[in-house]
């Protein structure tokens, strides 16, 4: 072990908490997105807010750049170390730390799971809202990196919505409070500047969140259509005519080829070209009053099939079947690469119409299954990464989707961030002065430019600026 | 057929097979059929927080994402194996619950059990450590004799006071901790007679509805006699016959698992042609790790005859429950907390039957526990190579019992079994663990 860094890192937290060898090193070289693969110059495992604090001080003062992880379930590349970056495993700090449920809150360290969260306070009959479809992986300090969604987060809000205060370690090591779980906003909102600055910014290392009461019923609908297109004209209708749902997914025919061959085999219809999912939640009165609006609403639309969830045990498993659809679609194809845009509702049709044909051009094989309620569209494209050719075009399709969506007033992230994987198409949303002003954030936070490098923005933007400012303000405070 | 053949890819949904990588090692017709079924796992991370070894570390190569990742660089020519490779793959418990979180069925328990066998290849095990190994594998489990002489041995250690003597001294400790960790493990061996061989047939109690063949296994037969008998017992009082054939063996598993393919395939053999020589309804068993292994013959052998085998093994609870129990007779009133042994509810999907069967049996009352149906961390011989990782993942399981406080804890595996004893006894509880068959009255 010739590195002097590594040794340094082993004086610090002992040998076993320090990973150094090929073999340990090559497991941490991309996450959930496979595309780009760049190894770690080193992991490591810290255990408390002092350790993190340990480790960033020495980074920072040998100008080492560093990564943080949690489950490595992202989608865009965020916790991909590229730079030769020291890589920062959370999975150890796994304590919820404390639990109140009078005043529903609860503080954890980061490397809790998102599910774990939920189950441990269900019998306060409380929940934690935010639910991605990795929840039972992922660790709820990536969701802050990532202000992470989840289906039912159309009625609930994005992670920032409850994440209420932040303990987080600056690039330079040290301990800062960001939030307060009580107090309002006063002053800058630096709370929910960190949440979703994708680990540039610093490290969290506890988090308070809210927890929400558990809904008096809730009301699970499946709509069956013949075709993907009359599955997303019911939603423009149902958001049109103001149905005020908990959720509201679609998943195409392909992808319930794929859950129907799983594990989480659902009982989606297989010959149903789409099928939509509605959750209603809230006072048994207005529930059962929606649900019958969402039934008329599809029916107008020519829905084939109309199902309500008899019994939790039914929910439960048409919710793992679209919890599980990522991973499900192994079997259409080795590789995979989901897209995360997000669009007007009322340009769903049209738009999920292009989408198909970007991919039909591109001789690609597509999925959708997305929170059509928020416009969040997840194209998932199947291919075999072993062929340069099909890459190639996968590239060029994923391109065409960004434009289309952009075109029509939609945005490059819902959920997963931008990471490695979209910060090229950056500029598409961003003028060179918006793009600016984003470095000068990040360098507000991090002079030295340590932090998770060459994410979320283009690198020459940054370049750019960094050439501009004066000597003396490079790299200092 | 197993669950997990069922849930096989489509094979036409794929398009045209991928290709292995420039500089791939990929030669024979197996490492190319492993190498394709490790492209099922597309990175989506939901097995992690399933994986206990996972749990406990936190690393990435300590997870079936991490395994198989490293499985597949091996194979594609991009990792050199080496200490940390085989590292990652002796901490794996195979205890599968990976293939119950995966959504893209991938076989985990295959993958593993080949780069295993792979690793036995290219590096054999050697010193003190591989010789031991060589010769459990190949001399102990599979010979019935040698194994016999073996416990009467370890017998005379534990009643000559020997054990006593060693284990008040505490000098083992301080000589060897490693090897006194281990010793501590030791179940107290039963005497010669109560491990007499059993009969070649027991018969039907009462109107015979079927007649099933009974597998006795390597270790269970002379460390649990008393489990055999209860469960002949039990298929008697419900109307069947039970044959045991004495020509047949340890099952293989272990050889499965822990990289000795070539032995286990032999040991396979041997119990297909001690099975299939009279027509039988069924082939029970009453340990999940040899039930798990025998459903899956058909992975390991080809040809008919296996898979006619693996088609007619059953464990004693989903036997039972398929042909519908016979009323049972009251017994005392218990508090039972049922433990899932990995190889009955994650390799081999079943969960429900034995619950089922102890519920049917009045008195009973299961009260669940947290982490019931996580691993224990036995996992055959694991608890014996990898004692510290063992440990770790026992203790959650031992204090979730402790918590609420059963009269009696069961579980259908023999390693299970003397795994949560020997937690339970460390931790000073006094709850006895039986196997689930071992309650019918």
């Known amino acids: 072990m010739s590195d002097p860094l590594v040794r340094a890192l082993q004086e610090l937290l002992g040998p076993q908490r320090v990973l150094a060898t090929r073999g340990e090193l090559l497991v941490y070289e991309c996450d959930g997105l496979t595309q780009f693969k760049s190894a770690p110059r080193c992991a490591v495992l810290p255990h408390s807010t002092e350790d993190v604090q340990a480790i960033l001080h020495l980074l920072h003062r040998e100008r080492t750049p560093f990564v943080a992880r949690g489950a490595g379930t992202g989608l865009s590349g965020g916790a991909i170390a590229q730079r030769d970056a020291v890589l920062i495993e959370l999975s150890r700090m796994k304590q919820i730390l404390e639990i109140d449920p009078v005043d529903r809150i609860a ?51 994005n992670t920032t919505r409850h994440m209420l205060a932040l303990e987080v370690v600056l690039p330079d090591g040290t301990r800062e409070t960001l939030g307060d779980p009580f107090a309002g906003s006063a002053g800058y909102d630096l709370r929910g500047l960190f949440i979703g600055s994708e680990g540039t910014l610093g490290i969290a290392t506890e988090i308070t969140v809210r927890l929400c009461p558990q809904p008096e019923s809730v009301v699970t609908l499946l709509a069956a259509f013949e075709t993907l297109d009359a599955a997303c004209r019911a939603v ?13 997914e679609i998943l195409d025919q392909r992808t319930i080829d794929a859950v129907e061959s799983s594990v989480f085999r659902a009982g989606y219809p297989r010959n149903a070209g789409a099928v939509l999912l509605v959750e209603l939640d809230g006072p048994a009165i207005e529930t059962a009053e929606d649900a019958e609006r969402v039934e008329a609403i599809a029916r107008a639309n020519h829905a084939i099939l109309l199902q309500r969830a008899a019994d939790e045990e039914q929910r439960m ?102 990471g490695l994987e979209k910060r090229e198409f950056m500029h598409l949303l961003y003028s060179p002065e918006d793009l600016a002003t984003f470095c000068r954030v990040r360098e507000a936070f991090d002079p030295l430019r340590l932090a998770n490098p060459e994410k979320v923005l283009p690198v020459h933007a940054c370049l750019e600026l960094r050439s501009a400012l004066p000597s003396g303000e490079r790299g200092t405070r | 057929m197993s669950e997990s053949m069922a849930n096989a890819r489509p094979a036409t949904a794929c398009g045209e097979a991928p290709r292995p990588p420039e500089g791939a090692h990929v030669a024979t017709r197996e490492q190319l059929a ?43 020519g991009r990792l050199e194996p080496d200490a940390s490779y085989t590292q990652a793959l002796d901490e794996c418990l195979v205890c599968r619950n990976c293939e119950t979180a995966c959504p893209s ?115 269970m037969h002379p460390l649990m006699p008393e489990v055999h008998r209860a469960t002949i017992r039990v ?35 041997a119990n297909l042609r001690a099975f299939l020589r009279e027509p039988l309804d069924a082939i029970v068993n009453n340990s999940a790790g040899c039930g798990a292994a025998m459903k899956e013959y058909p992975h390991q052998l080809e040809g008919e005859e296996a898979r006619r085998f693996s088609s007619l093994v059953r464990d004693v609870s989903e036997f039972l429950v398929e042909r519908g129990l016979r009323p049972i007779a009251p017994g005392p009133k218990l508090r039972v907390a049922y433990d899932e042994p990995c190889h009955l509810i994650h390799a081999q999907k079943i969960s429900a039957a034995p619950k089922q069967l102890l519920r049917a049996i009045p008195g009973v009352e299961l009260i669940p526990f947290d982490g019931q149906e996580s691993c224990c961390g036995a996992a055959g011989i694991y608890n014996l190579v990898q004692p510290t990782l063992a440990d770790a993942i026992l203790s959650p399981k031992i204090a979730a019992i402790a918590k609420v406080r059963p009269d009696v804890v069961v579980t259908g595996n023999p390693g299970c079994l003397m795994q949560i004893k020997n937690g339970l006894a460390a931790a000073g509880l006094a709850i006895p663990v039986k196997h689930p068959i071992e309650l019918v009255p």
């Open chain 2, 235 to 269: 298929l008697n009082d419900q109307g069947f016959d039970v044959v045991v054939p004495p020509s047949q063996g340890c099952c293989g598993a272990l050889h499965f698992h822990f990289g000795h393919a070539d032995e286990g395939k032999e040991l396979a053999r």
């Open chain 1, 236 to 248: 423009s209708d149902l958001i049109a005519r103001g149905v005020q749902a908990s959720a509201i």
């Open chain 1, 317 to 418: 498993k048409l919710w793992k079947g679209r919890k599980g659809a990522f991973g499900a679609m192994g079997r259409v194809a080795p590789d995979l690469y989901v897209q995360d845009a997000v669009v007007p509702r009322t340009r769903l049709p049209e738009v999920v119409r292009g989408i198909g044909e970007i991919c039909d051009k591109y001789r690609l094989r597509l999925a959708n299954v997305f929170h059509a309620g928020e416009g969040n569209l997840h194209p998932n494209i199947a291919y075999d990464g072993t062929r340069a050719e099909e890459v190639e075009r996968v590239h060029e399709a994923g391109r065409e989707i960004f434009e289309l969506c952009i075109s029509v007033g939609g945005s490059l992230s819902g959920e997963h961030g931008i």
């Open chain 2, 34 to 76: 492993h190498w394709t079924r490790s492209l099922d796992c597309i990175h989506c991370g939901l097995c992690l927080s399933s994986c206990p070894t996972y749990q406990v570390t936190g690393r990435e190569n300590a997870s079936p994402r991490g395994r198989i990742y490293l499985m597949r660089a091996v194979a594609e």
């Open chain 2, 105 to 219: 069925g991938v076989r985990f328990g295959e993958l593993m059990e080949f780069a295993r066998d792979e690793e036995k290849k290219r590096v054999p095990p050697r010193g003190l450590a591989g010789f031991v190994e060589r010769i459990a594998f190949r001399h102990v489990l599979p010979k019935r004799r040698v194994l016999g002489a073996l416990l009467g041995t370890l017998r005379l250690y534990q009643r000559s006071g020997v054990q006593t003597l060693v284990r008040k001294s505490g000098l083992l400790r301080r000589l060897a901790p490693q090897l006194a960790a281990r010793e501590a493990l030791l179940p107290v061996i039963p005497s010669r007679r109560e491990r007499a061989p059993l009969l070649e047939r027991y018969p039907a109690h009462g109107e015979r509805r079927a007649t099933v063949g009974f597998l006795t296994g390597c270790v």
């Open chain 1, 107 to 157: 503080r954890v360290e980061v490397g809790v799971v998102n599910a774990e969260l939920s189950k441990a306070v269900k019998p306060y009959g409380l929940f934690y809202a935010p639910d991605p479809s990795s929840q039972t992986a992922c660790t709820l300090g990536g969701n802050a990196a990532e202000n992470s969604g989840g289906p039912h987060c159309l009625k609930y809000g």
